[in-house]
């Protein structure tokens, strides 16, 4: 049986996760149960851009990560940036919020957004080309 398009799965294997081992995963929702109500509090004060996202994500005891020229880590384990363009009839458009992304360990990271409309936190295993990043949709 095949689920969508022939190649539908090959097609979009680079937008799965890695698997998390279970101390990862452990490990990636105690992370995770810290991060929500820091992400409520700052949604409820529509709070959602970037730097003010950064800023209270940080105070948890998070070090912003560092990378080099070519993409390699330096340290740290915590990424907050603007959302992802998306779409929408004839042009792009990039909504307001942040997305974030905690790498907890080499196998587990917990990635969440804050936006106008809503927010969430999950857990999951890193993204081959994207870290803990989900990748946008290739075509």
Known sequence: MVDGAPHNGDNNAYRRSGEMSPAGAKEAQKEADRIEPVLKRLWRQKKWDPKSVRAALLQLGYEEERTGPKGERHGGNLTVRAM??????DHYVTPEGAQVGLRVRKDACVTAFVQKTNYEVKTNGPFMETGCFEPPSGH
């Open 84 to 89: 992802d363009p998306r779409h929408e009839a």
